[in-house]
C-alpha cells in the first residue's frame, strides 16, 4: 500500500514541484491543500500518513495553527516546510511537537534531504 502524504503549500508551483517528486518516489500524493480550512477538509475526507507544512498558508490559520492541530487532535506526523527560518517562527512552531522542521532554502528545496527526513518520520512513526 502507498504512503499517502498531504501537501499543505499556498505555491502552487512549489506544490507541484513536490508532488511530482513524491509521486516518482512512489508516494500517493493528495491534492492541492492551500489553506488550513482545505486541510482539516482533505484530512477528514482521507486521512494522509504525513503531512508536509508549509506556515505560511492563505486565510487566517497558518500552518502553525494547522500543525497544532495535527498533532494534539488527529496524531498524524508533520514537517514543517518553510520559508520561515527566524528564531521567533521556530520557537512558535516547535511549541506543536513537529517530526521534523525543513527550511526552504533558495532558489530551490533540496528534494533529497526532504526524501530522507520524510523517510525518517515514516520508519519512526509507523507501528
Do not use: C, W
Request: hydrophobic residues 35%.
Amino acid at each position: 500500500m502507498q504512503t499517502s502524504i498531504l501537501i499543505v503549500e499556498d505555491e502552487p508551483i512549489l506544490y507541484e514541484r513536490l508532488r511530482r517528486f513524491l509521486v516518482k518516489e512512489d508516494f500517493n500524493v493528495l491534492p492541492y491543500t492551500k489553506s488550513y480550512n482545505e486541510a482539516i477538509e482533505n484530512i477528514a475526507q482521507n486521512t494522509p500518513d504525513l503531512v508536509l507544512l508549509d506556515i505560511n498558508l492563505q486565510g487566517e490559520k497558518d500552518g502553525i495553527d494547522l500543525g497544532e492541530e495535527l498533532y494534539n487532535t488527529y496524531k498524524i506526523p508533520f514537517i514543517y516546510v518553510t520559508d520561515f527560518a527566524d528564531d521567533v517562527t521556530f520557537k512558535r512552531a516547535l511549541r506543536t511537537n513537529p517530526n521534523i522542521f525543513e527550511v526552504k532554502t533558495k532558489p530551490q528545496l533540496d528534494t533529497k534531504h526532504l526524501l530522507r527526513s520524510i523517510k525518517t518520520v515514516l520508519q519512526i512513526t509507523s507501528p
